[in-house]
């Protein structure tokens, strides 16, 4: 049986990032408030190191290692965030980083990876599989796999962006949290419902990648083909066996939107909020926009999950 990570571990995982990470503000909007008859609360984890909320994790599980961890090295999968936040982590604490990333991940986050100090191992996204490579590099070089989202103590950093939140703006009606492989939205469970028991959580994933919702409602996980998205921090295939048993525990229901909506999020936080969000980071806004007649009158937090993106396709998009 699972060992289930609990708001205990959300919060001495705070307490390794303190004087690391960042506290990232929150900010509002009063063309959202007015749009949605809401009080809305965006958490900017775009404003993260290395531009997304992953650091978090990603520092908090490395920061456990052992002396024989730590000379070993470390080895994970991941299309781009997990990967940086990785790298950076390593670097910052003088661990080797093998990264196994999908050849046609963002170039930006490709180049941010190695900027880091990581070692790429690229393969094929939509032919290959990306958790064997992993664990065959682990074995072969007494590597410690650390996946981008089943794991307690990445799921426990994770969480810190949401404790975050609600200490600063609590209480809150709603929260909107970007949904891949679910390690967000597990922390975020974590910390919601030790400090705000009645919000209403909600899972966000894109239209054609939505593993997470048919497995949310048949009560067991779901495996897909890789989808086709421009949510490239949402295209997994499965959620995992820890986050999956925590979403369906403690997560109120799971939304999809459609990559247009999350263009048009985009568009929104670039003309309106003057920031740079990346697509999967507007998950969260695009379903309160769907579903905002249940919210009037509520207060509601939003987590802006990351900000990398290639400048090119950012403008492409924008453009569409």
């Not at 609990?6 to 007015?34: I, K, Y």
């Not at 981008?148 to 939140?165: C, F, R, S």
Request: glycine content about 10%; some cysteine.
């Amino acid at each position: 049986m699972l060992k289930l990570p609990d708001f205990d571990d959300v919060c001495a995982a705070a307490g390794r990032l303190d004087g690391h990470a960042h506290r990232t503000p929150v900010m509002t909007s009063r063309t959202v408030n007015q749009e949605l008859g809401a009080e809305v609360f965006f958490k900017c984890e775009n404003l993260q190191r290395m531009g997304a909320f992953k650091f978090r994790g990603a520092f908090n599980a490395l920061s456990k290692f052992d002396q024989k961890q730590r000379n070993a090295g470390v080895v994970t999968f991941s299309s781009g965030n997990h990967a940086q936040a990785i790298a950076l982590s390593a670097r910052l604490l003088g661990i080797p980083a093998t990264i196994v990333m999908p050849h046609d991940a963002p170039a930006s986050k490709v180049a941010a990876t190695r900027g880091y100090g990581g070692k790429i191992v690229s393969y094929d996204r939509y032919q290959d599989d990306r958790e064997q490579i992993g664990r065959d590099l682990a074995d072969k070089h007494g590597l410690t796999l650390i996946p981008p989202y089943d794991h307690p103590d990445v799921i426990a950093g994770q969480g810190t962006a949401a404790k975050e939140l609600l200490e600063e703006v609590a209480p809150l009606d709603a929260l909107f949290v970007s949904l891949g492989g679910g390690g967000l939205l597990a922390g975020s469970a974590l910390a919601t419902r030790a400090l705000a028991l009645d919000c209403k959580l909600y899972g966000v994933e894109p239209e054609a990648g939505n593993d997470g919702q048919q497995s949310f409602r048949s009560g067991a996980i779901v495996h897909i083909e890789t989808p086709k998205t421009i949510a490239d921090g949402a295209q997994t295939q499965h959620l995992g066996n820890y986050t999956f048993a925590i979403i369906k525990r403690d997560v109120d229901d799971i939304l999809t939107v459609s990559d247009e909506q999350l263009i048009e999020c985009m568009r929104f936080f670039a003309s309106r909020m003057k920031m740079v969000v990346e697509p999967t980071g507007c998950l969260g806004l695009a379903a309160a926009r769907k579903i905002k007649a249940d919210l009037k009158g509520q207060r509601v937090g939003v987590l802006i999950s990351g900000g990398n993106v290639d400048l090119d396709r950012y403008c492409s998009l924008l453009r569409t």
